[in-house]
């Protein structure tokens, strides 16, 4: 692999003229560009209109056949792209991305000069200033283990958030707006539901289709939405290719739910079994690669998996991600809907009920504490509700960081940014609002970048047919309590998937896509010294608290080492990412 240096002095940069002395400036090798006497398009990756691929030229018509109303415009379009639309006649340039944000858009304004690419690392070798290290993104990334948007690790560098426009005008003023609020049912005739349920399956193969390549295989992991993409690749291509990734730790093996599907379909199937060993060889350079600090621990098993899917001939890959969070997969979900219970109550008895329970002698009973607990907890707003097991909340902002570090940090901004977006949904069911908030944080800003790097540096392609705006729009007609009936997770979902998948696939239990990291932590001599080492480099950055690290060690051997193994696994990366790119 290229060091970034390599990288930087290979990168060919591009300038385009916009209106008003404006001037774009990107590495982006993908871009093509259209334009006339006023208006000018940039697509950099594949952009859809009614279901037929649009190129710069394509698109720089149907923005004319649009009014130039392009708000319209942008929610019609399907795809992974970034597009930018210079029009001189009102002196404006907008910048947008597919809704989902499949495809990430960076930029950075400086002066006359818009910089704007999909690479973070190509968007630096653009730049004549070195931008810096922001010590806010690094307080977000410990936060959520990854640097949501529009932040990014540097000062006065953004990415763009999902299902917005960025409109800059002459003067070089910046606008963002929302575009893309999708309307989600309410109710639904039983009738509509049967309908629904008996077209899901083609709306997914349609999307599916729209990616096919003659060297395409999927990932396959034995869940619903791997297990759906593998079957309907299977349905579309002979000898259809697919891969896992399997560890000898058991609790973190689903191999044997993949041979399900792979039987089920006849596909031709590939199992890897990841080994510290294997891991260790590759921990720097897959913490290193990506254009910031990420801590996703299972990036390590998707570099392996698309890794091993190249090796055998694949370059491009169909992955599943998204399938929890458009129909209702995850147990947080239907949690979070108990909590609700309480708050829809009348105030007098929310008041009666928590003078009786909470914080009194009676929280004190074994039987009354657990009513305790869960008073507490519906008492705390969402989504801040969510993050009961976040490590900054667990430990403290005081406990876990050090006081230098914090002087300019805002440390609500993580909760701002979660509260924005679960506002920004157009729905009032609280299932609703969480699989909204998901599409950005969970998706947009974690898995999506973690799929998308990790089978870059494996050198294919990556398509998501759950997350075409064609199925997101669709799952948005099946209400909340169609999908998830009390705590039926996927209710709809499976019922659609009945005869399709096989029916242990449809009843298996949750299961996490995680790498045993906390469990190799403890055996694997060349892993522990690798983290001592970076941890005791990072001790010195002077970012957390002086025994911060001691603790989560001691912690991670005496008290759990899964939960304290991830801790540890996104301080390692963060010092290693800095080390090359600091």
């Given amino acids: 692999m290229l060091n970034n240096e390599s990288k930087r002095n290979e990168t060919k ?12 400036h990107s590495a982006d090798d993908e871009l093509d560009i259209a334009f006339d006497e006023k208006v000018k398009v940039c697509i950099s990756g594949h952009c859809y209109l009614n279901e037929q691929q649009y190129d710069a030229n394509a698109l720089l018509n149907a923005y004319h056949h649009a009014n130039d109303e392009l708000a319209q415009l942008c929610k019609t379009l399907s795809g992974k792209f970034w597009v930018l639309i210079s029009d001189s006649s009102i002196g404006t ?64 560098v953004f990415k763009l958030e999902p299902g917005k426009i960025l409109s800059l005008n002459e003067h070089s003023e910046l606008n963002i707006k929302l575009f893309y609020q999708p309307t989600f049912a309410e109710k639904a005739e039983k009738q509509r539901i049967q309908e629904l349920q008996e077209s899901c399956l083609d709306v997914l193969n349609n999307s599916v289709k729209k990616v096919l390549s003659d060297d395409c295989g999927a990932f396959l992991s034995g869940g ?10 299977a349905k579309n291509v002979d000898d259809a290719k697919t891969f896992s990734i399997g560890f000898n730790e058991k609790e973190y093996d689903e191999t044997a739910y993949a041979k399900i599907t792979a039987e089920k379909f ?23 690669y990506f254009d910031e600090p990420f801590g996703n621990s299972s990036a390590m098993a ?18 599943g991600d998204g399938g929890d969070e458009i129909f209702a997969g995850n147990t947080r979900y239907a949690k979070q809907k108990l909590f609700e219970f309480y708050n829809l109550l009348p105030t007098p008895l929310q008041s009666l009920s928590s003078g009786l329970f909470y914080n009194t002698p009676l929280a004190k009973l074994p039987v009354l504490s657990k009513v305790s607990s869960y008073i507490a907890q519906a008492k705390e707003p969402m989504p801040a509700r969510l993050e009961g097991y976040n490590y900054v909340n667990r430990i403290g902002v005081d406990s876990m960081f050090n006081p230098e570090f914090l002087t300019g940090v805002d440390v609500l901004q993580p909760i701002k940014q979660q509260a924005s977006r679960y506002d920004d949904c157009t729905s009032s069911n609280i299932v609703d609002k969480m699989l909204y908030l998901d599409w950005k944080f969970t998706l947009a800003d974690n898995d999506l970048v973690k799929v998308n790097n990790m089978c870059d540096m494996a050198g294919v392609d990556v398509y998501y047919p759950f997350l075409d705006k064609t199925v997101v729009d ?17 209710d709809f979902y499976k019922k659609s998937c009945e005869g399709f998948l096989d029916d242990r696939t449809l009843t298996k239990s949750k299961h996490g896509f995680g790498l045993p990291f906390g469990v190799w932590l ?8 690798l983290t001592r080492t970076t941890l005791a480099s990072f001790k010195n950055r002077k970012i957390v608290s002086d025994n911060l690290i001691d603790e989560t060690l001691k912690a991670h051997e005496q008290v759990h080492a899964g939960y304290y193994g991830e801790l540890i696994w996104i301080m390692v990366v963060l010092e290693l990412w800095l080390q090359e790119n600091a």
């Fill in 13 to 24: 940069v591009h300038a385009h003229q916009l209106v008003g002395g404006l001037s774009l």
């Fill in 474 to 490: 669709f799952s948005c007609q099946v209400p909340a309590s169609v999908k998830l009936p009390g705590g039926k997770l996927r």
């Fill in 224 to 233: 619903l939405d791997s297990s759906t993409v593998a079957g309907l690749l």
């Fill in 302 to 319: 998707t570099y392996f998996c698309a890794k091993f899917a190249k090796e055998n001939g694949v370059n491009t890959l169909l992955a």
């Fill in 93 to 156: 340039v907008s910048i947008f991305t597919d809704v989902m944000g499949l495809s990430p858009c960076y930029y950075h304004v400086s002066g006359n000069q818009l910089v704007v690419d999909r690479s973070l690392k190509s968007l630096k070798s653009c730049l004549t200033v070195k931008p810096t290290i922001s010590n806010q993104a690094i307080f977000n990334y410990l936060y959520f283990h990854c640097i949501p948007s529009p932040n990014t690790i540097y000062d006065n």
């Fill in 522 to 529: 403890k055996s694997d001599p060349r892993l522990i010294d």
């Fill in 266 to 288: 006849g596909t031709n199937h590939h199992i890897h079994c990841l080994t510290a060993d294997q891991a260790i060889e590759e921990f720097v350079k897959v913490a290193q």
